[in-house]
Nanobody
């Protein structure tokens, strides 16, 4: 069965850094685009980043571009999100997710159910 397990939760000060990890199993990880999404308290789900199967193509939402970096290790089956210069508005539950079988990319993301699989989430809190 497909499993995605996020880790790296933490409380950090503004300007700090944190790296999230997503361990994948139960599917051929290297064949899939992978995504990071987040949900802040009282707000809807927000797409953060996506990365191509080979790690060559990456994209970010405007608010994190230049601060966050997505990467993957297709040998260890791990997706990463390196977050730098964190801001209070980055506070959210972060999820990694995989498109449904047969889908290449996911558009108009509004819910975790838009994906085929997702993890349990990991909390990132940015505060003084």
């Amino acid at each position: 069965q497909v499993q995605l397990v996020e880790s790296g939760a933490g409380l950090v000060q503004p300007g700090g850094s944190l790296r999230l990890s997503c361990e994948a199993s139960g599917f051929t990880f290297k064949n899939y685009w992978m995504y990071w999404v987040r949900q802040a308290p009282g707000k809807g789900l927000e797409w953060v980043s996506r990365l191509s199967p080979d790690g060559a193509r990456e994209a970010y939402t405007a608010s994190v571009k230049g601060r966050f970096t997505v990467s993957r290790d297709n040998v260890k089956n791990i997706l990463y999100l390196e977050m730098n210069d964190l801001r209070p508005e980055d506070t959210a539950q972060y999820y990694c997710a995989r498109p449904s079988e047969g889908h290449i990319i996911v558009v108009n993301i509004r819910s975790l159910t838009d994906f085929g699989s997702w993890g349990q989430g990991t909390q990132v809190t940015v505060s003084s």
